[in-house]
């Protein structure tokens, strides 16, 4: 896992202008409802609903659903989302950008990672209009 993380972790320095010089985060692997909890979602099938896989938090660490599959690619476009929010974190973005602009930039990121790696597109544009528009003032 290790390996891979340190390949998504170079993959962002190339396509991004952040630091990716960086220790790698934490990683935990939990119940997926554990992960939505971390989210304040405690209803079983509104948490699957949700679609809620992974959740990066300011203690450096990356919580994963224990039936992560890494040798999936969709799995792994899910851990890239969190690897660009832990570099955000990491380059202090998260100090001068709101949340959901650094939201957009990591769907637009795992975006195009899916797309080099030859999986379908997924992300609504829609989903990212509201997020951009939610730090308008
Ligand atoms: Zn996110």
Known sequence: MQDIMIGVLAWIGLNTSYNVELNLPNLSFTEPSNVCANYGI???G???????IAFYNQKKTIYLPLNF??????DRSK???EM???VQWA??????ECMGNLEVEAYELQEKWRLSQKLTASLDPFKTIMLAASCED
């Open 91 to 96: 380059n202090n973005k998260n100090k001068t």
């Open 79 to 81: 851990l890239v989302h």
């Open 84 to 86: 660009v929010h832990y």
């Open 69 to 74: 599959n890494e040798n999936s690619k969709e």
């Open 46 to 52: 509104r948490c699957q609903a949700s679609g809620v």
């Open 42 to 44: 405690n209803n079983k």
